[in-house]
C-alpha cells in the first residue's frame, strides 16, 4: 500500500500548509496523551492501593479471636477464648486446600513497642513470634546471616531475626551484627539474621522496626505458653482463601465449643476479598480513564475528519487537475485516506511519546522523593500501548473516509470549474 | 483521430435544462490542429470536455483513436485520459505547491513510471518549452507565458495523441500569447493532433482548420485559408 512515491506525494501535500497540519494533528495527539496519562495515573493509583495492603500473599487471611455473641451449649455470650498450636494443626489437617498456616504473636499488640537493649543503646522495638512458613507467606529479604528455622523452633532456642531500623538504632556502622545479643524484656537473644520486607508497605517505620522471634521460644519465655494470638492462613494458588472461611471457622468453631452461627466470635481479615474489591474499583476506574481517554480522542478525530474535509473541499481543484491527467477515483481515495491515517498515526505517535515522557518524569520525581501514599509506578502495558495504536489507526481510516468519498464524488470538469 | 458523431448534451438545474450541444458532427484526422470558436455560452468548452473524457455526452457517439468513448468507469476514463490526452487550461491549472518539474511528471506518476525516469522526461520536456533554468520553480515564482509553458510541458510529458487546449492564451498578453502559441504550432508540425478553444480570432488563425460554433450547432468548419478569405471578401 506504501511506497515511497506515495510518501513523498503525502508529504509534499501536508507540507504545503504546515499550520493547517499542525492544528489538525494536535488534536489527537492530545486525546492519545491524555487517554495514556489517564490509563497511566489509573494504573499507578492502582499499584499503590494494592502495595499499601503491604507484603502478604494475596490469597490469604487472618484469623484471630473477638469473642462470642451467641450463648452455645450453657456457655455465655462475651467469652473470650485464646487460639492455641492445636487449632493450626487441625486446619492444616482438615483443609487440604490451605498452603500455609503460620501461627503469631506480638508482644504489647499492634504497633507495640517493648524496650529492647544492647550494652548501653536502648530502643523500642515490635517483637513478633513467627514460625519459618511466614516467609513465603510475608516475603522478606534476609540482608544476612538466616530466618528462623523448624530447629529454632523445637529446641526453642532463643535467637531473633532485626530488622534494618533496629540494626540502625542498635549497632554502629561496621559492628559485628550476627552472633550478638539484645535483651528483650530482660531476656537475651542472639541475632542469627537481618531482613527486610520484599516489598515496601508505605509505613516503613514498622516494617523495619521490627524483631522476630522463634514462636515457641517466645512462648515459653514470655509466657504465651501455645497461645496464638492469631494465625495467617494461605490456600493453594488454585482455591481462593474466600472459599474456605466456612471450613476455617467451623474447625475453630468446633474445637472452642462456639455456636455455629456466631461467626462474628472471630476476626477474620480476607486479603483476597480486599484485592478483589480494590480491582474491582480500578477495573471500573481503567473504564472510565478509556472512556474519557476515548472521547477526548474522538473529538481529536472528529477535528482531523472536520479538517480533512475542508482540505479536500480547497483542493477540489487541484483533485479535478489530478484526475484529468490520470488519477483514478482509487487513487485520489487511497491518497485523502492515507493522508488522514498517516496525520493520525504521526500525531498519535508523538501524543504516546509525549506521554511517556510524563510518565517518566512522574517516576523520577517518585524515585526522588521517595514513597507517596496511594501512588506508585505509573505506567502502561505494552497492550495499552498497541491498543492506542489500534484505536489511531481504526481513527485515521474513519477520519479520512468520508473526505476520500467526497473527494471523488465530483465530475473532473466540475471539479475543474472550482476557484 | 477524433470522430464525433450527433453528439448532444443538456444541462439540467431543477426544473430547468439547458440544451447546450445540438447534434454535432465532426473529425479530427491525426496531425490536424483545429481550433473551435464560437461566442461565450455557444458550447465550445462543454465539447472540448466531452472529447477529453472530462464530461460526458447524452447521446450520439464519440471515437477516440478508434475507441469509442462511452460508459466508460472512472477508471477507465482516467486511464484514457492519461495515455489519450493531454490538456491546457487557460489558467494553466497547475498544483502551486509543486515545482515546475514535478508538476510536468506528474501524468507519468498515474502511468506508475519510475521517479528518476519521470524526472529524466520532465526535464526534456521543460527543456523543449525553454524553460530549463526554472525547473525548480513553484508556479508562484513564474510568469504568465512560463507557467503555460509548463502546462504545455506537462501535457506533453505522457506524449498522448491528441492535445486539448482551452483558450490557451487567454490569460496571457499578446506578445505572450504569440509565444505560446509559436510554441503550440512547432508541436503540431512534429504531428501531434491539437485541438483548441478560443474566442480570440487571431489565435484560431494560427491552426488550420476552424470549427465555428454557435448555440450549440456548428455553423461553420473550414481550413484556415478559406475563413480568411471570408474574413477579407
Not at chain 1, 515511497?4 to 499542525?22: G, Q, Y
Not at chain 1, 489538525?24 to 492502582?46: E, M, P, S
Not at chain 1, 529479604?141 to 531475626?161: A, P
Not at chain 2, 426544473?15 to 447546450?20: A, D, E, M, P, T
Request: proline share 3%; net charge neutral.
Amino acid at each position: 500500500m506504501f511506497n515511497k512515491e506515495r510518501w513523498d506525494e503525502i508529504l509534499e501535500a501536508l507540507n504545503a500548509n504546515k499550520f493547517r497540519t499542525f492544528l489538525t494533528a494536535f488534536g489527537v495527539f492530545w486525546g492519545i496523551a491524555i487517554l495514556v496519562l489517564l490509563l497511566a495515573l489509573t494504573n499507578g493509583l492502582q499499584k499503590g492501593v494494592v502495595s499499601s495492603f503491604g507484603n502478604f500473599a494475596a490469597n490469604s487471611s487472618f484469623v484471630y479471636v473477638r469473642g462470642t455473641t451467641i450463648p452455645y451449649k450453657g456457655l455465655p455470650k462475651n467469652r473470650r477464648f485464646d487460639l492455641d498450636l492445636d487449632d493450626v494443626e487441625a486446619i492444616k489437617q482438615q483443609i487440604p486446600e490451605i498452603k500455609y498456616v503460620s501461627p503469631q504473636n506480638r508482644l504489647g499488640g499492634y504497633m507495640g513497642a517493648n524496650n529492647v537493649t544492647r550494652g548501653s543503646e536502648t530502643g523500642a522495638f515490635q517483637v513478633e513470634a513467627h514460625v519459618p512458613d511466614i516467609i513465603n507467606q510475608n516475603p522478606m529479604d534476609i540482608l544476612q546471616g538466616r530466618f528462623i528455622n523448624e530447629s529454632d523452633l523445637t529446641e526453642k532456642r532463643k535467637v531473633c531475626v532485626i530488622g534494618t531500623g533496629v540494626e540502625k538504632s542498635l549497632y554502629k556502622k561496621g559492628e559485628e551484627i550476627i552472633g550478638s545479643y539484645l535483651k528483650i524484656n530482660g531476656v537475651n537473644f542472639m541475632v542469627i539474621g537481618i531482613f527486610k520486607y520484599s516489598k515496601s508497605r508505605g509505613d516503613q517505620q514498622e516494617e523495619v522496626n521490627t524483631i522476630v522471634t522463634p514462636f515457641t521460644t517466645f512462648g515459653q519465655v514470655f509466657n504465651f505458653g501455645d497461645k496464638v494470638g492469631w494465625m495467617a492462613i494461605t490456600a493453594y494458588d488454585d482455591v481462593n482463601i474466600t472459599s474456605l472461611k466456612p471450613r476455617i471457622l467451623n474447625v475453630l468453631k468446633t474445637r472452642h465449643t462456639v455456636n455455629p452461627d456466631d461467626d462474628a466470635a472471630f476476626g477474620y481479615h480476607d486479603i483476597s476479598e480486599d484485592y478483589a474489591r480494590v480491582n474491582g474499583l480500578f477495573a471500573i476506574l481503567t473504564f472510565v480513564g478509556y472512556f474519557v481517554g476515548s472521547l477526548i480522542l474522538m473529538s481529536g478525530i472528529i477535528g482531523i475528519s472536520n479538517i480533512m474535509l475542508i482540505v479536500v473541499k480547497e483542493r477540489t481543484k487541484e483533485i479535478g487537475i489530478r484526475r484529468a491527467l490520470g488519477a483514478t477515483p482509487f487513487v485520489v481515495k487511497a491518497q485523502i485516506l492515507q493522508e488522514s491515517l498517516i496525520l493520525t498515526i504521526m500525531s498519535g505517535m508523538v501524543g504516546i511519546s509525549f506521554a511517556a515522557g510524563i510518565i517518566w518524569l512522574m517516576n523520577y520525581l517518585l524515585d526522588l522523593s521517595g514513597p507517596v501514599d496511594n501512588f506508585s509506578n505509573p505506567s502502561v502495558s505494552m497492550g495499552v500501548v498497541f491498543t492506542a495504536l489500534i484505536i489511531l489507526v481504526v481513527s485515521g481510516i474513519l477520519a479520512g473516509l468520508i473526505p476520500a468519498n467526497s473527494a471523488t464524488k465530483m465530475k473532473p470538469v466540475d471539479a475543474l470549474r472550482i476557484e | 483521430m477524433i470522430q464525433i458523431k450527433d453528439l448532444h448534451k443538456s444541462y439540467h438545474m431543477g426544473s430547468n435544462s439547458l440544451h447546450v450541444l445540438k447534434g454535432i458532427n465532426f473529425n479530427v484526422k491525426e496531425g490536424e490542429m483545429v481550433s473551435i470558436m464560437g461566442s461565450s455560452g455557444s458550447g465550445k468548452s462543454t465539447l472540448l470536455n466531452i472529447i477529453g473524457i472530462l464530461d460526458e455526452a447524452d447521446s450520439g457517439s464519440y471515437v477516440l483513436d478508434g475507441v469509442p468513448i462511452k460508459n466508460l468507469n472512472e477508471k477507465v476514463a482516467a486511464n484514457y485520459r492519461n495515455k489519450f490526452l493531454g490538456f491546457i487550461f487557460q489558467s494553466f491549472n497547475l498544483i502551486n505547491y509543486k515545482s515546475a518539474l514535478d508538476n510536468v511528471a506528474m501524468p507519468l506518476y498515474y502511468q506508475g513510471i519510475k521517479r528518476k525516469e519521470r524526472i529524466e522526461k520532465a526535464e526534456y520536456y521543460l527543456e523543449k518549452v525553454g524553460l530549463t533554468p526554472w525547473l525548480n520553480h513553484l508556479p508562484s515564482e513564474l510568469s504568465g507565458g512560463q507557467k503555460q509553458r509548463v502546462a504545455i510541458a506537462r501535457a506533453l510529458a505522457s506524449n498522448p495523441k491528441v492535445l486539448l487546449a482551452d483558450e490557451p492564451t487567454g490569460a496571457l498578453d499578446s506578445k505572450t500569447s504569440q509565444e505560446v502559441m509559436e510554441l503550440i504550432q512547432g508541436i503540431n508540425d512534429e504531428g501531434k493532433t491539437i485541438l483548441m478553444v478560443t474566442h480570440e480570432h487571431d489565435i484560431a488563425q494560427m491552426t488550420k482548420r476552424i470549427v465555428h460554433l454557435k448555440d450549440g450547432v456548428i455553423i461553420d468548419d473550414s481550413p484556415v485559408q478559406q475563413v480568411r478569405a471570408s474574413v477579407y471578401v
